[in-house]
């Protein structure tokens, strides 16, 4: 870890007021490594999250190191969480970024217990793991560890290139739980991408990460989430992002129409005043009041395009709607090989 050039802010007492009862802030931090951002570590007292059962979500158990991202896509769908920290959804969230930074330790701790079951993990479906802050915190070589050595199975998602430096990791992982990884990859026009999700790496980066953990022995899913009405929906583009895809290595793509909760809406409307004006009664139209999901029609006119170029480049694929009915099986008994592995991403994804 790299602690010069830092200062210790003074800690603001008011500006994480919301923050869980159940972590301790330690310090915050900022660094010329991470312009405008500030790191707030915290103590967490606990590591992995029960997914509600009222859920959807196809898995029961969670762990994320961070809260906030660096990511800064402005269709995020985290962003109302920051509102609990008494944090702003918008700017706030992409650059006050909380840092559980014993994260690893209180995992290791949870999965020995007697009583867990070693039920699937999920890491990155709330904030992303490999977020730029990772580069520093060094978190999930640990996280990793924990899981694998407990016979923890466990999935990760990210947007973050820097998954290349555990793929090593990941791989001695697979050896003995399942592990599956996706890439979420939704805009392959680059000046779009680096409009909507200004912190992320490029859309090449990433699918050469595909192919890095492709050629690694995984059987890599995509999520080409969110597609933006008018912006990534039409069929050059989507024959474009497939063929990509295809060209990467990934074996499956879950696709799915954007979502606009709450705690977006405002700043992706924002947004898309400012870059896209004659755009915006189109998609008041389409996310009208608190409606988070594009109309039922939209989804069904989106699958009728998708579906066709999926069989046509010779991906897996599903919608996201369709993924989120079912939970994985829960593994007890971990895979030895990479290639069993496989089948249970399949499930999982
Ligand atoms: S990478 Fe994921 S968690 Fe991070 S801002 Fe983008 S959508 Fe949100």
């Given at each position: 870890m790299r602690w010069q050039g830092q200062q210790l802010g003074t800690?603001?007492?008011?500006?994480?007021?919301?923050?869980?009862?159940t972590d301790d802030l330690v310090r915050s931090v900022t660094t010329p490594d991470f312009a405008g951002v500030t790191f707030h570590e915290v103590m967490a007292r606990s590591a992995l999250n029960r997914v509600p059962?009222?859920?959807?979500?196809?898995?029961d158990w969670t762990v994320n190191?961070?809260?906030?991202?660096?990511?800064?896509?402005?269709?995020?769908?985290?962003?109302?969480?920051?509102a609990y920290l008494?944090?702003?959804?918008?700017r706030d969230f992409d650059s006050q970024i909380i840092v559980k930074a014993n994260i690893a330790e209180v995992l290791r701790a949870e999965v020995r217990?007697?009583?867990?079951?070693?039920e699937h993990v999920a890491l990155?479906?709330?904030?992303?793991?490999?977020?730029?802050a990772e580069g520093r915190y060094r978190l999930m070589p640990g996280i990793i560890d924990a899981l694998a050595e407990s016979g923890t199975p466990f999935s990760v998602l990210t947007?973050?290139?820097?998954?290349r430096r555990d793929l090593p990791q990941l791989v001695a992982a697979a050896s003995v739980v399942d592990v599956s990884i996706a890439m979420s990859i939704a805009i392959f026009d680059d000046d779009l991408q680096k409009s909507v999700e200004p912190g992320t790496p490029s859309t090449h980066a990433r699918l050469d990460t595909v192919r890095a953990a492709t050629d690694a022995g995984f059987r890599v899913t995509v999520f080409?989430?969110?597609?933006?009405?008018?912006?990534?929906?039409?069929m050059p583009a989507l024959q474009n992002a497939l063929s990509r895809i295809r060209e990467a290595g990934a074996a499956r793509v879950i696709y799915g129409a954007m979502h606009l909760r709450p705690g977006v809406k405002p700043w992706f409307m924002a947004w898309l005043r400012r870059?896209?004006?004659?755009?915006v009664s189109s998609y008041l139209g389409l996310?009208?009041?608190?409606?988070?999901?594009?109309p039922k029609q939209y989804r069904q006119w989106l699958s009728r395009r998708v579906r066709p170029l999926l069989r046509a480049y010779k991906l897996d694929g599903s919608a996201e709607e369709e993924t989120a009915r079912f939970r994985p099986r829960q593994t007890s008994t971990p895979s030895r090989v990479i290639q069993t592995k496989s089948a249970a991403a399949a499930r999982l994804f």
């Open positions: 800690i603001d007492e008011a500006a994480l007021s919301g923050l869980d009862s059962s009222t859920s959807e979500m196809p898995f190191p961070y809260r906030g991202c660096s990511h800064a896509c402005v269709y995020c769908f985290a962003r109302g969480s920051h008494d944090l702003d959804t918008g217990r007697g009583s867990w079951g070693r990155g479906t709330n904030t992303d793991p490999y977020q730029r947007k973050g290139t820097l998954l080409m989430m969110p597609i933006m009405p008018h912006l990534t929906d039409s870059e896209h004006p004659e755009l996310y009208p009041g608190a409606s988070a999901q594009a």
